[in-house]
């Protein structure tokens, strides 16, 4: 099935910097990549997301960048705020052998320092 | 809109009881729902997927006799943790993707699970 790797576990930067975030995944025929962000015992909320067919997508200070032939894709956030600080989950939903499943990464803990 | 409601919220029940999580999409016909297990300070492990009126499909590892799913309409599906033990306390979160094909999963606020 998919393999989803996530890095770097956890992310620590100061108020104003920037924050990046990436994934790699193993199956060529994932064609969506949602990411989440998770705050301490709440639901997974969708940021943003990416299909297979673009290779970047902005909202605001955050956007995605997907790079197919490499498969990999990475989370960008500009200017960060304190209120950013949370979990963030890529996921990659399959191709045909594992349609309709999203396999999610392992989460990276963003700490943004005021 | 796409709005995914869980119940209950949290539930402390004795090992050997069975509990009931319900999961319903509020104002979405949710042909497919997801359920998953999170441990803390872990990623999403799914469980199960499960569609509108079929069997649920299980992960490699999760028993079925033991976490029953059933998606009886389009907008609930229940995940029943038959006689619990401690080690099935856990966070459980499902999640529902609509009609129409789109991608788009929507979680519901989770239940947290403790067995005495």
């Known amino acids: 099935g998919e393999n989803v790797e996530q890095h770097p576990s956890t992310l620590s930067v100061q108020e104003g910097d920037s924050a990046v975030i990436k994934c790699t995944y193993s199956?060529?025929?994932?064609?969506?990549f949602p990411w989440y962000k998770q705050e301490l015992g709440k639901r997974p909320q969708l940021i943003i997301d990416?299909?297979?067919?673009?290779g970047e997508k902005k909202d605001q200070r955050i956007a995605v960048t997907l790079n197919k032939t490499a498969k990999h894709f990475s989370l960008h956030i500009t200017e960060t705020q304190p209120e950013d600080s949370a979990v963030y989950f890529c996921?990659?939903?399959?191709?045909?052998?594992?349609?309709?499943?999203?396999?999610f990464g392992d989460g990276t803990t963003l700490t943004v320092k005021p | 809109g796409a709005v995914v409601s869980q119940h209950p919220s949290w539930v402390i029940c004795k090992s050997g009881t069975s509990v009931k999580i319900e999961c319903r999409s509020l104002d979405f016909q949710a042909t497919t729902m997801f359920w998953y297990r999170q441990f803390p300070k872990q990623s999403l492990m799914l469980m199960a997927t499960?569609?509108?009126?079929?069997?649920?499909?299980?992960e490699q590892g999760v028993e079925k006799d033991k976490f029953l799913i059933n998606h009886a309409s389009l907008t609930l599906s229940t995940l029943t943790v038959t006689s619990a033990h401690p080690e099935d306390s856990s966070f459980y979160i499902c999640?529902?993707?609509?009609?129409?094909?789109?991608?788009?999963?929507?979680f519901g606020p989770g239940t947290r699970l403790t067995v005495l």
């Open positions: 499960s569609n509108e009126g079929s069997k649920a499909t299980y």
């Open positions: 996921a990659a939903r399959g191709g045909m052998i594992n349609a309709g499943k999203s396999t």
């Open positions: 999640s529902a993707r609509g009609d129409g094909g789109r991608d788009t999963q929507y």
């Open positions: 990416i299909r297979s067919n673009v």
């Open positions: 199956d060529s025929a994932s064609n969506y």
